[in-house]
């Protein structure tokens, strides 16, 4: 077989020198440092090994025990896997877990339950929305026609007296609630009423809370909203995808079409199978432990920053992220992470609400507890993650700081390791 180069079934990343380089340099960066990018968590072994299996190698369309392909009998197996283990964890009557990632499982429930032009009440990015919910630059802002909502410019918090009247002057076909950058616990029962009163669709998209909705420590949007979508990464600790689950059993078609064929074609198998893993790990009951600790540490980290006179926006977190406000810090969102990020401490600048600067060069940052309490860090190490970030906030040119904290986020980082 001299089409076969040497080694093609035999060798591993050895075989490719220039891209072991990078992989390996990606593991060092995340065993020496501490990430607090809310998008981000560090999955198990098992994780790792079932995205990496060979159910790389099988293509499938379609759904379980109902694919256009032949040799579909442990495809099958594994999604029905998933969906089971998905539906079980979060009380659901129905599941997707085909969606790519959550901005296509977003996208196949607006194309299943939507027109073309229809209206759509989501939070404005600028407030914490998410982009995949209606930002200009997407095709779901380009194909509906969006209304914002934003937060109360006192509290920082959805004001559901807006809300409703915007959905009553607007009268949208569907209101979504939840985004990337809002740290506070959402009123889904309240949520669910203005919906109801305008003939709405209510989503929500939990993708940042997931995983303490599954544990019961924050509260359950499935039984007022109408979809519920999530990642499946960030607290829920999996692989890189999206989630649906419904109830209702007159939106299954609607739902399922509308990711395939609706959005994307042939299932990653791979990652289903690396979703059934996750959401095997998630029915653990150390998993519940596990989101507690997010919590805990979370508060703990807000607690911190807010003793140096740090500002959180909406004062504090209910979930595993957090809002910096830097405005009276004297330093931008993007010059503070790439200080910290020179100190080992990964997170991403971020536009606060009402934000006068652009998302270049926005006035916050915004950080999680995620990732560190998956390797094993609680509260105190949490304190002195508080304290390093205040402290380079205050002084982000003080590169003699900035060595010596590095020092310490590698010690710590070597007393949690990592894929030893």
Same mark, same amino acid.
Not at 249 to 273: C, E, R, T, W
Not at 329 to 337: H, L, M, P, S
Not at 349 to 364: M, T, V
């Given at each position: 077989?001299?089409?076969?180069?040497?080694?093609?079934?035999?060798?591993?990343?050895?075989?490719?020198? #220039?891209?072991?380089?990078?992989?390996?340099?990606?593991?060092?960066?995340?065993?020496?440092? !501490?990430? @607090? !990018?809310?998008?981000?968590?560090?999955?198990?072994?098992?994780?790792?090994?079932?995205?990496?299996?060979?159910?790389?190698?099988?293509?499938?369309?379609?759904?379980?025990?109902?694919?256009?392909?032949?040799?579909? #009998?442990?495809?099958?197996?594994?999604?029905?896997?998933?969906?089971?283990?998905?539906?079980?964890?979060?009380?659901?009557?129905?599941?997707?877990?085909?969606?790519?990632?959550?901005?296509?499982?977003? &996208?196949?429930?607006?194309?299943?339950? @939507?027109?073309?032009?229809?209206?759509?009440?989501?939070?404005?990015?600028?407030?914490? &929305?998410?982009?995949?919910?209606?930002?200009?630059?997407?095709?779901?802002?380009?194909?509906?026609?969006?209304?914002?909502?934003?937060?109360?410019?006192?509290?920082?918090?959805?004001?559901?007296?807006? @809300?409703?009247?915007?959905?009553?002057?607007?009268?949208?076909?569907?209101?979504?609630?939840?985004?990337?950058?809002?740290?506070?616990?959402?009123?889904?029962?309240?949520?669910?009423?203005?919906?109801?009163?305008?003939?709405?669709?209510?989503?929500?998209?939990?993708?940042?809370?997931?995983?303490?909705?599954?544990?019961?420590?924050?509260?359950?949007?499935?039984?007022?909203?109408?979809?519920?979508?999530?990642?499946?990464?960030?607290?829920?600790?999996?692989?890189? &995808?999206? *989630?649906?689950?419904?109830?209702?059993?007159?939106?299954?078609?609607?739902?399922?079409?509308? !990711?395939?064929?609706?959005?994307?074609?042939?299932?990653?198998?791979?990652?289903?199978?690396?979703?059934?893993?996750?959401?095997?790990?998630?029915?653990?009951?150390?998993?519940?432990?596990?989101?507690?600790?997010?919590?805990?540490?979370?508060?703990?980290?807000?607690?911190?920053?807010?003793?140096?006179?740090?500002?959180?926006?909406?004062?504090?977190?209910?979930?595993? *992220?957090?809002?910096?406000?830097?405005?009276?810090?004297?330093?931008?969102?993007?010059?503070?992470?790439?200080?910290?990020?020179?100190?080992? *401490?990964?997170?991403?600048?971020?536009?606060?609400?009402?934000?006068?600067?652009?998302?270049?060069?926005?006035?916050?940052?915004?950080?999680?507890?995620?990732?560190?309490?998956?390797?094993?860090?609680?509260?105190?190490?949490?304190?002195?993650?508080?304290?390093?970030?205040?402290?380079?906030?205050?002084?982000?040119?003080?590169?003699?700081? !900035?060595?010596?904290?590095?020092?310490?986020?590698?010690?710590?980082?070597?007393?949690?390791?990592?894929?030893?």
């Amino acid at each position: 077989m001299t089409y076969l180069h040497k080694g093609y079934f035999t060798e591993g990343l050895d075989a490719d020198p #220039e891209l072991a380089a990078s992989i390996r340099g990606e593991l060092r960066r995340q065993q020496e440092g !501490i990430e @607090l !990018i809310a998008s981000e968590n560090i999955v198990s072994r098992l994780v790792l090994e079932a995205q990496g299996s060979v159910l790389t190698n099988k293509t499938v369309e379609g759904f379980a025990f109902a694919r256009y392909y032949g040799g579909a #009998e442990f495809a099958d197996a594994v999604e029905d896997l998933a969906l089971r283990r998905a539906k079980k964890l979060f009380g659901a009557r129905f599941a997707n877990v085909q969606s790519h990632s959550g901005s296509n499982a977003n &996208g196949g429930v607006f194309l299943g339950l @939507l027109k073309l032009g229809d209206t759509i009440l989501s939070m404005n990015t600028a407030a914490g &929305g998410h982009i995949s919910h209606g930002h200009p630059a997407t095709l779901t802002g380009r194909d509906y026609n969006i209304v914002r909502y934003g937060v109360n410019r006192e509290t920082e918090l959805v004001d559901l007296d807006e @809300l409703r009247s915007l959905a009553r002057e607007h009268k949208p076909r569907m209101i979504i609630a939840g985004g990337s950058a809002y740290a506070r616990v959402l009123d889904f029962a309240g949520l669910r009423a203005i919906a109801d009163e305008v003939g709405a669709y209510l989503v929500v998209d939990m993708a940042h809370f997931a995983g303490l909705v599954a544990s019961g420590i924050y509260p359950d949007p499935l039984p007022h909203a109408h979809v519920v979508t999530s990642t499946t990464y960030k607290s829920l600790r999996g692989a890189r &995808g999206g *989630l649906v689950l419904w109830n209702d059993a007159a939106l299954s078609d609607k739902i399922n079409y509308g !990711i395939f064929p609706g959005v994307q074609g042939s299932v990653m198998l791979h990652i289903v199978a690396a979703k059934a893993a996750c959401f095997g790990e998630a029915l653990r009951p150390e998993f519940k432990g596990y989101n507690q600790a997010v919590l805990d540490n979370a508060r703990m980290l807000a607690s911190t920053l807010a003793e140096a006179g740090i500002r959180l926006v909406a004062g504090g977190t209910d979930c595993g *992220l957090m809002l910096v406000d830097l405005v009276n810090q004297g330093i931008t969102g993007d010059i503070a992470a790439k200080a910290l990020e020179h100190a080992g *401490l990964a997170v991403n600048k971020n536009q606060i609400p009402f934000d006068e600067r652009p998302p270049e060069a926005p006035s916050g940052l915004r950080l999680s507890s995620n990732a560190g309490t998956a390797r094993g860090f609680g509260t105190e190490e949490f304190r002195a993650i508080g304290t390093w970030i205040a402290q380079i906030i205050k002084a982000p040119s003080d590169e003699a700081l !900035i060595r010596s904290i590095h020092g310490q986020v590698s010690d710590l980082c070597a007393r949690f390791p990592i894929y030893a």
